[in-house]
């Protein structure tokens, strides 16, 4: 009798442990990860209103991101990307002005992981980013303010092990720059697509 007592409150205490597992949420075994990439900002610009006319956009620009983060849950994650500011050269109906400024950013995102297992990662996410004007070399141009912007990502990861992957990334950010210049200040659609491919790094 005490031996089929024992067994019971030992299968007793293991459903008690495994219901409480359950309950849990369930965390990959490296929750943290950094992300090193070569990006292509692809700027919608166009349709500034104000003193210069609609038909003055920006280049298309090369640069390098950095990502960190951290899971909250198996399937959810957040992360700040950020990197070197990309420069844009300015045109003018389409013609190179000779000109370029140069804008950086920061975002903020969280991100939903429709797969996520030992092999391939595939996401979405939404944030908000932080631009950041540098510089230019517009003799029009006198300053651009910062501001804020929603973001939009999605990207995919193919883990090679559990510590290296490779991953490609696609943001959209929604922003429109109010610039000053030596005739007044206007507002410039950029709302740039930022995409981006690299290496994952999960510790």
């Given at each position: ?45 166009g349709g500034g ?15 390098v991101t950095i ?32 000109s370029s400024v ?102």
């Amino acid at each position: 009798m005490k031996k089929l007592l024992g067994a019971i409150a030992l299968a007793t205490t293991a459903l008690v442990g495994t219901a409480h597992a359950a309950d849990a949420p369930y965390l990959p075994m490296k929750m943290w990860f950094v992300k090193l990439g070569a990006s292509y900002v692809v700027p919608e610009s166009g349709g500034g209103a104000g003193v210069l006319p609609a038909n003055v956009t920006a280049g298309n620009a090369a640069t390098v991101t950095i990502e960190a983060g951290r899971f909250i849950t198996n399937n959810i994650s957040v992360s700040v990307t950020g990197g070197a500011p990309p420069t844009h050269e300015i045109y003018l109906g389409g013609a190179d002005t000779g000109s370029s400024v140069t804008l950086g950013a920061f975002a903020l995102d969280a991100q939903f992981h429709l797969i996520n297992n030992d092999k391939f990662d595939a996401y979405v996410g939404a944030g908000i980013a932080y631009n950041i004007y540098f510089s230019d070399t517009s003799p029009v141009i006198t300053s651009i303010d910062n501001g804020f912007a929603p973001v939009l990502q999605a990207g995919v990861e193919y883990k090679a092990t559990d510590t290296f992957g490779i991953f490609a990334d696609v943001k959209k950010e929604f922003y429109s720059a109010t610039t000053h210049t030596v005739a007044g200040t206007f507002s410039e659609k950029l709302d740039p697509w930022v995409f981006t491919a690299g290496v994952a790094f999960h510790f």
